[in-house]
């Protein structure tokens, strides 16, 4: 599996940001979980949210709810993070993820597949 992240950039508080991860590498990835994690400046990298590929049910860090969405493109192998509110503190690398399964875990040991990660900055 080969993940590819896209639409990070420099916005500033309140704006809003979408990202992008497509998927390869397999013919269908409806037994997949895809996750978005992050990870500032000199901090660990963090459990943002997951969507289970097939259904389309999503989770969210608390940091995040209520201000992110995740949705997917089942014909594109796509996978969006839209990012509203924003916040100076959501300043990080984001990385898309992927795990074969139903279940969704917020820990990065969970997931074997990673993008290289797109850099957002929230500017005060």
């Known amino acids: 599996v080969q993940l590819v992240e896209s639409g990070g950039g420099l916005v500033q508080a309140g704006g809003s940001l979408r990202l992008s991860c497509v998927a390869s590498?397999?013919?269908?990835?409806?037994?997949?979980?895809m996750g978005w994690f992050r990870q500032a400046p000199g901090k660990e990298r963090v459990f943002v949210g997951a969507i289970l590929w097939s259904g389309g049910t999503t989770y969210f860090a608390d940091s995040v709810k209520g201000r992110f969405i995740i949705s997917r493109d089942n014909a594109k192998n796509t996978m969006y993070l839209q990012m509203n509110s924003l916040k100076p503190e959501d300043t990080a690398v984001y990385y898309c993820?992927?795990?074969?399964?139903?279940?969704?875990?917020?820990?990065?040991?969970?997931?074997?597949?990673w993008g290289q990660g797109t850099l957002v900055t929230v500017s005060s």
């Open positions: 993820a992927a795990r074969y399964g139903s279940r969704w875990y917020v820990t990065e040991d969970e997931y074997g597949y």
């Open positions: 590498g397999r013919s269908s990835f409806s037994n997949y979980v």
